[in-house]
Antibody
Framework: EVQVLESGGGLVQPGGSLRLSCAAS????????MSWVRQAPGKGLEWVSS????????SYADSVKGRFTISRDNSKNTLFLQMNSLRAEDTAVYYC?????????WGQGTLVTVSS | DVVMTQSPLSLPVTLGQPASISCRSS???????????LTWFQQRPGQSPRRLIY???NRDSGVPDRFSGSGSATDFTLTISRVEAEDVGVYYC?????????FGQGTKVEIK
C-alpha cells in the first residue's frame, strides 16, 4: 500500500532551522507532485508548499515564502522541507501528502515546535 | 487567494439522520482542463486527514456510499445520508485549482 512517512520534527528556538523529510514507498515517486500541509495546534489545515514530480516547479504559501524550501530526491524517494528563520507561528504538525490538486495519501505528520 | 467558506462550522447530528456541509469558493474552481478540483477530507480525532471525495463527487475507494459530494463552480456540498458514530470528526473542503491551495475552516461533526 502507498505510504508516506514524515520525520525530522522537534523543538527549535525562534530564528532556528529544521529540515523535514518524507519517505515515500509503494508508488512511482517521480511521477507525482508532492505537498506539505501543516496544522497548528487546535486549528485547521494550511497548505505550505508543493513541488512537481521532476522537482522543476515549486510553489509556496506567502507565509513561508523566502524562509522555507521544498525539494526532492527521486533516487531516494524522499521529499524535503528546509525551514529557516522559524517563528512561533510555524508551530504545527507538518503533513506530507501525495499530489497537489487532489492530494490523496497523507502521512501521520511530524510536530514542529518553535519556542525558546 | 481563493477563500473557501464552510458552513456550518459545528454540526450536531442524530445517529441515523442525514447531514450536509456547504463549501463556497470566492472564485470558480473550474480549471482550464475542464475539471473542478474540489476535494473533501475527513479528519477523525487524533488522526491525519483522509480524502473522501475528489473532483466534486468522486468517492475514494473504501469510503462508505453514505458519503456523497455535489455542486459546481463555486458552490459545493458534502452529504452524509445516515450519520454513524465513526463519522465524528472535522471535515474540510480544499480547492486545488488555483495557487495557493486553500482549505475551508473545517466543520466539526458530533453526535447529539
Amino acid at each position: 500500500e502507498v505510504q508516506v512517512l514524515e520525520s525530522g520534527g522537534g523543538l527549535v528556538q525562534p530564528g532556528g532551522s529544521l529540515r523535514l523529510s518524507c519517505a515515500a514507498s509503494k508508488f512511482t515517486f517521480s511521477s507525482y507532485a508532492m505537498s506539505w500541509v501543516r496544522q497548528a495546534p487546535g486549528k485547521g489545515l494550511e497548505w505550505v508548499s508543493s513541488i512537481s514530480g521532476n522537482g522543476g516547479s515549486t510553489s509556496y504559501a506567502d507565509s513561508v515564502k523566502g524562509r522555507f524550501t521544498i525539494s526532492r530526491d527521486n533516487s531516494k524517494n524522499t521529499l524535503f522541507l528546509q525551514m529557516n528563520s522559524l517563528r512561533a507561528e510555524d508551530t504545527a504538525v507538518y503533513y506530507c501528502a501525495r499530489g497537489t490538486s487532489i492530494p490523496d495519501y497523507w502521512g501521520q505528520g511530524t510536530l514542529v515546535t518553535v519556542s525558546s | 487567494d481563493v477563500v473557501m467558506t464552510q458552513s456550518p462550522l459545528s454540526l450536531p447530528v442524530t445517529l441515523g439522520q442525514p447531514a450536509s456541509i456547504s463549501c463556497r469558493s470566492s472564485q470558480s474552481l473550474v480549471y482550464s482542463d475542464g475539471n473542478t478540483y474540489l476535494t473533501w477530507f475527513q479528519q477523525r480525532p487524533g488522526q491525519s486527514p483522509r480524502r473522501l471525495i475528489y473532483q466534486i463527487s468522486n468517492r475514494d475507494s473504501g469510503v462508505p456510499d453514505r458519503f456523497s459530494g455535489s455542486g459546481s463552480a463555486t458552490d459545493f456540498t458534502l452529504t452524509i445520508s445516515r450519520v454513524e458514530a465513526e463519522d465524528v470528526g472535522v471535515y474540510y473542503c480544499m480547492q486545488g485549482t488555483h495557487w495557493p491551495r486553500t482549505f475551508g475552516q473545517g466543520t466539526k461533526v458530533e453526535i447529539k
